[in-house]
């Protein structure tokens, strides 16, 4: 069946210090994959998307994800993280219907603290 | 532009009772999507309309059901509350449908309480 991982539920990090979130993915072909990211009483945001080409993918924010087909994984990293960034993040997945639309599989998500 | 509109934003429901929620999708988006998300099963895929047409389901009961309008309004209605149905409901549109299209913007949801 169609999986996302993300092996972390609470990540804390200090105001300034670098950030990797974990996400893997099962699936047979090349998914679509997206970050996503949800502050308190929120809905969801779109930080960044990887659909093909470059597997370095920027988003807003400051945040990227780098795409390792061989690990089937898609990790989100920020260099120096804000106060501000403090929420839960998701990764979520979409098959590769090709034209067709699918339904977007998420990750049960893992949420991010930050110490001043 | 005005981004995704649900409402009401929370409402309290008993066991048995049934109830409808509405969105409002960002102006030319054609493509509504519902999700649950719930602590324990966390985001889970309800369904998607297009013009009106529901294109894609996901593995809830029939007791779950939606509609969209022709001004791409939608609604979802779920019958016969259980007190598992509490959760946070959400609403995403997008221009041509489906994730894997381009962005799902996404409004703050509906939060569910069956008690």
């Known amino acids: 069946a169609q999986s996302v991982t993300q092996p972390d539920i609470h990540i804390t990090v200090s105001e300034g210090a670098s950030l990797e979130l974990r996400c893997n993915y099962s699936y047979g072909a090349t998914p679509y994959l997206f970050w996503y990211v949800q502050s308190p009483g929120q809905g969801l945001q779109l930080l960044l998307k990887?659909?093909?080409?470059?597997?370095l993918v920027q988003g807003i924010k400051g945040f990227e994800a780098e795409f390792k087909r061989s690990q089937s994984s898609f990790n989100l990293r920020k260099p120096s993280v804000h106060w501000s960034d403090a929420a839960e993040y998701f990764c979520a997945v979409v098959l590769n219907y090709g034209g067709s639309q699918g339904n977007l599989i998420f990750g049960k998500g893992t949420k991010l603290s930050v110490k001043p | 532009k005005a981004g995704v509109t649900q409402t009401p934003r929370y409402l309290i429901k008993t066991r048995g009772q049934q109830v409808t929620l509405s969105c409002s999708p960002i102006?030319?988006?054609?493509?509504v999507s519902w999700y649950q998300q719930t602590p324990g099963q966390g985001l889970q895929f309800l369904f998607e309309?297009?013009?009106?047409?529901?294109?894609n389901k996901g593995n809830f009961p029939g007791r779950f059901s939606g509609r969209q309008f022709s001004n791409s309004r939608s609604e979802m209605n779920v019958s016969t509350l259980e007190l598992g149905d509490s959760a946070l409901y959400l609403c995403?549109?997008?221009?041509?449908?489906?994730?894997?299209?381009?962005?799902?913007?996404f409004g703050e949801g509906s939060r569910l309480t069956v008690l």
């Open positions: 990887y659909f093909s080409g470059d597997t």
């Open positions: 102006s030319g988006h054609r493509s």
């Open positions: 995403a549109s997008s221009f041509s449908g489906g994730a894997n299209t381009g962005e799902l913007f």
């Open positions: 309309y297009f013009s009106e047409t529901q294109r």
